[in-house]
């Protein structure tokens, strides 16, 4: 059974820096991808960022530069390293994996940017 746990959430000054973790209770190998993705208040859910099954990432174009996906096999991680961060950054942030069958979800992680 797959199961995706986020970590890491919280509230932040702009402009500063945080690290979301996603363990995943299978080999990450067992994905053709995985990513994050985030809704904001009032918003669709929207692909933050992903990492192919080759390791291979991919951002939300608005994202690129300061938002940095990253994964560790033996250890079944995911990272969202998110820099410089904004108020509009506010959401859920969720893990995701896409086998080519399913789309596995986690929990949510609420990350607020506020002073």
């Known amino acids: 059974q797959v199961q995706l746990v986020e970590s890491g959430g919280g509230l932040v000054q702009p402009g500063m820096a945080l690290l979301l973790s996603c363990a995943s209770s299978v080999n990450i190998f067992e994905f053709n991808s995985m990513g994050w993705y985030r809704q904001g208040p009032g918003k669709q859910r929207e692909l933050v960022a992903k990492?192919?099954?080759?390791?291979?990432?991919s951002y939300q174009d608005s994202l690129k530069g300061r938002f940095t996906i990253s994964r560790e096999v033996t250890t079944k991680m995911v990272y969202l390293q998110m820099t410089e961060l904004k108020p509009e950054d506010t959401a859920v942030y969720y893990c995701?994996?896409?086998?080519?069958?399913?789309?596995?979800w986690g929990q949510g992680a609420q990350v607020t940017v506020s002073s």
């Open positions: 995701n994996a896409k086998d080519l069958q399913y789309d596995y």
């Open positions: 990492i192919t099954h080759g390791g291979i990432p």
